[in-house]
């Protein structure tokens, strides 16, 4: 979880250059346009890209069809931002996965879906608060309390899990964030989440070390053609001259 929702200043789902879902900070204004600024110069060829300048991090997750855009105080832990992409992965896919949000994923338009994951962005802005409603309001949600409250709304509460099994996970992940290099697995409503974060850091490590080898292959390779034509230059020399014969001249 997100220890201090202060330290988010803004985060959302996008399907391309397009904005599905989003929260932003109050205190942050104009921060909606800096975002899409963002999503719009992401490099190709990319599925995790994490840069801190000005003692901020913009963090952005790309798996399948949907991207996941965070910008985040450098103090937050990785581990707190991987929770941050899991839950908001999670929330995702059930949309998928129940059909209810098919006809908007199909044409997509600006915020379609902020209205179905607005409770999603309430449970991450108060997870450090313990639920306070009024901490809620003073971070700006776009939503407003009483779709939290509506049936529309109670049908997102098992995605965001038991208190008392939300608390026990808390505590996993300052237990896990520990240990350096420690696997990091959070149990979301029933599912590990960050499976898919964890497997893309390692494929880009595979990605470098495929890399350094083949580097070193060719370098191998152009040593052994370099001594290849010395060894033929030198016996055609010793033809040349029969032997030493040149030398003893």
């Known amino acids: 979880m997100i220890s201090n929702p202060r330290l988010l200043f803004y985060s959302c789902i996008a399907k391309g250059t397009v904005i599905l879902a989003e929260f ?6 104009g921060i909606e346009a800096l975002a899409l600024r963002c999503i719009e110069n992401v490099p190709p060829h990319h ?8 003692k901020r991090t913009y963090a952005f997750v790309v798996d399948g069809l949907f991207s996941y855009f965070a910008i985040l105080d450098e103090v937050v832990e990785k581990s707190e931002s991987l929770w941050l992409f ?9 949309l998928v996965a129940d059909g209810s949000a098919s006809d908007s994923l199909d044409n997509p338009t600006q915020l379609c879906l902020q209205s179905k994951l607005d409770p999603v962005f309430a ?7 313990g639920g306070n409603r009024d901490l809620e309001l003073e971070l700006g949600l776009v939503g407003s309390p ?6 529309k709304g109670r049908g997102f509460m098992p995605l965001l899990g038991k208190p008392l099994r939300v608390l026990k996970n808390k505590k996993r992940l300052q237990t896990e964030g520990k240990g350096e290099g420690a696997e990091k697995k959070v149990d979301l409503g029933g599912g590990v989440v ?5 497997d893309g850091l390692l494929h880009d490590h595979h990605h ?8 070193r292959k060719h370098v191998w390779i152009v040593l052994m053609f370099d ?16 032997g030493f014969q040149c030398i003893q001249a």
């Open 24 to 29: 932003s900070s109050k205190e942050e204004p």
């Open 47 to 54: 599925s995790m890209i994490s840069h801190t300048v000005r």
């Open 86 to 94: 899991g839950r908001l992965k999670s929330a995702t896919e059930a």
């Open 123 to 129: 449970e991450i802005a108060a997870s450090g608060g």
């Open 146 to 151: 009483r779709e939290l409250d509506s049936p």
């Open 194 to 198: 960050s499976k898919g974060l964890r």
């Open 208 to 215: 470098r070390q495929k890399a350094k080898h083949i580097w």
């Open 227 to 242: 001594v290849c034509v010395c060894v033929v230059l030198f016996g055609i020399w010793l033809w040349v001259c029969q």
